[in-house]
Every structure is written in C-alpha cells, then in structure tokens.
C-alpha cells in the first residue's frame, strides 16, 4: 500500500484501512478503550491535553468505520523534533500495518510542519516496541537517569532527511 506517495508496508487487508486527524469523538472512545487494548490501566496516559492542546498532528486509522488504532503525537515546542507520545492498536488488528501506517502519516505531517526529526520512549521490558521502532530505522539507546535516578528510559530517534 501507498500513503502520499510512499510505500507501505502492510499484511492482510491494510488497503481498506483510512488514516486521518483525530476528532472529540475519536478522543472520547479512545479513552473508553484504551485499557482493554492494553491490557491494563493505561488511560491516563491519553490524558486530554493531547487532543486540546497538543491534538493537531494525532492521527486514528479506520477500518469499515471502526477505530483500529491512534497515535497521539506532537511537534515538541520550541523545536523542530516530532514527539510520538502514545501509540494504541486494536487487539484484533495488530500486525497488519496499522501501527505501519500511523507513523508514516505522523512522519510526513512532521515534515510538512519542518521537522528535523522524531523521537520516542519507552520502558524496558517493551521489547515489541523496541524491534518495531528498529524495523523502520529509527536508532535506539539506552538513557540512564532519563526519567528520573535510577529510572533509564529506551529512546527512539529519526533523523527526518
């Protein structure tokens, strides 16, 4: 599959699937899910400055209608650096590309907004995220202290070229 111009690559019936900006009624069911899509408290994580404040650039994927999947996602202010904040996907949809698409339309509204780059974190032990980000060729490291003593993150960063 393409998406503006670059190709994607999906399984299975990604060609259905629609990528567009996230709305109040996507926010409001992403919050009514997002614990059963991962498995555990996790909604306040979506917390709604992400869609007031910060919304402009997150992103949901649809398929038939129904929501498979979000990224919420942000240019970090005073920079020129795309933050991905929080990535969800459906249970039943995943590895079929949704996650694919999200970050390749993340990453082109970055570069249509003038960023340099993209960055993200995650804990350790989300070894799923790691292979993912590595896969499509972001550089991954280990930060000690990132998020506090004794509190090592695994950051992502892309070079946008």
Request: overall charge neutral.
């Amino acid at each position: 599959m393409t998406y503006r111009g670059r190709r994607v690559s999906a399984r299975l019936s990604v060609d259905r699937m629609q990528t567009r900006p996230l709305t109040k009624q996507d926010y409001d069911r992403i919050v009514a899910v997002i614990d059963h899509w991962w498995e555990g408290p996790t909604s306040a994580l979506a917390h709604p400055i992400f869609f007031y404040e910060l919304g402009q650039l997150a992103r949901v994927v649809e398929e038939d209608n129904q929501l498979v999947g979000f990224l919420f996602g942000f240019v970090a202010p005073g920079t020129q650096m795309g933050y991905v904040h929080l990535v969800g996907i459906h249970p039943d949809y995943r590895r079929r590309g949704v996650a694919r698409l999200l970050y390749a339309a993340f990453e082109d509204d970055c570069r249509s907004e003038g960023c340099l780059g993209l960055k993200a974190i995650t804990t350790h032990g989300n070894d799923g995220s790691v292979r993912f980000h590595a896969a499509l060729g972001w550089r991954v490291n280990e930060v000690e202290d990132y998020a506090g003593p004794g509190r090592s993150r695994i950051v992502f960063q892309k070079e946008l070229g």
